[in-house]
């Protein structure tokens, strides 16, 4: 595309979407056809240029959030109403929520900590533009898996960067190592400790809470087998925050399973002023439930199916 080809299509998308022009009349001041027009405004999409944003009022779970904020002392809960069995739209209204939440509470200077996974992986690709300054984002835990696969960690964190017009910290090193050893000889690495450093100082930390399954990322990454997980699950794991393993009654593994982690530990996360669990999917509540036992999450963004479930297992206690 030429330099007067781009600046066509720049006159004619304002046109349409700032000034509310009908398509007849923009192909008359730019003295095109109406064919043209619109093969401009659908290549605009096409190339990322325009996005649309909707903006509906979101419907409050008000009796389901108090009573999981009361149980569970939290400092704020977003449940998204279920309004349908499509995964994409649950995840839509989560992110919505979050990212909202998020730009009220991330300030000029912020340090923010983010892990990765694929429910943050949607989270980071559907923020609200919030540009700050000063802002760090820092990746709490390892993402470089052992087989052929990507975490996404990189672009997880590279998306809430360009969000918040922000500085970027990789940890570019894996989520497990062989053992406890090793895994200290990595994180007394000069950039390695910078990095986990900044993750210590974070303020705010956002993360996804995962559930024993052989298709967990965890698995498909390379870091454990599925006999592994079948080995997890008979000592009682439940789940994983940041790699860190953790039981049903909100307690955490020890010894090496939890020493071969690099990245943030669970003990700093709990000592945050906002720790902020996402979570979408009610096979996720076991995990969900064990996590604000242990007092790991103070926020909790989840969706509609996932909370009654948590509220049916924390009743049958």
């Known amino acids: ?19 509310d022009m009908k398509q007849d009349e923009i192909a008359q001041t730019e003295k095109i056809s109406k064919s043209t027009v619109s093969r401009l405004l659908n290549k605009a999409k096409e190339l990322g240029y325009v996005k649309i944003n909707l903006d509906f009022p979101t419907l409050v779970m008000e009796e389901l959030e108090k009573e999981l904020k ?20 649950i995840l ?46 820092v990746q709490l835990n390892g993402g470089v898996a052992r087989k052929n696969i990507s975490t ?35 994180m007394q690495d000069s950039k390695i400790k910078e990095v986990l450093d900044l ?15 052989k298709n967990s990322i965890l698995v498909r990454a390379g870091y454990f087998s599925e006999k592994d997980y079948e080995n997890l699950r008979a000592e009682g794991f439940v789940g994983d925050i940041c790699s860190r393993y953790i039981k049903e009654d909100g307690s955490h593994a020890t010894g090496e399973l939890y020493n071969r982690v690099v990245g943030i530990n669970l003990e700093s996360i709990m ?11 009610p096979e996720k509540a076991k995990a969900t439930l064990a996590a604000l036992k242990g007092g790991y999450v103070n926020s909790l963004f989840t969706d509609e199916a996932t909370a009654k479930e948590i509220v049916n297992l924390y009743k049958r206690e």
């Open 271 to 281: 000592k945050k002023k906002n720790s902020i669990g996402v979570v979408i999917g």
């Open 152 to 186: 996404l960690s990189e672009k997880i964190l590279i998306n809430f960067a360009e969000n918040y017009d922000a500085v970027g910290y990789f940890l570019n090193v894996p989520s497990f190592v062989d053992n406890a050893e090793i895994a200290n000889t990595i």
């Open 70 to 89: 009361d149980v569970f002392n939290l400092k704020h809960i977003y449940i998204a109403e279920s309004y349908s069995r499509d995964e994409r739209l």
């Open 199 to 213: 993750a210590e100082e974070a303020d705010t930390v956002i993360f996804g809470i995962g559930y024993i399954n």
């Open 92 to 137: 839509s209204s989560v992110s919505d929520g979050l990212s909202r939440y998020l730009n009220t509470i991330i300030s000029d200077g912020d340090l923010i900590g983010v892990s990765w996974g694929e429910t943050m992986t949607y989270m980071s690709e559907n923020l609200k533009l919030s540009p700050k300054k000063g802002v760090k984002i």
């Open 1 to 19: 595309m030429s330099n007067e080809e781009f600046k066509l299509l720049v006159r004619v998308t304002k046109k349409y979407y700032l000034l």
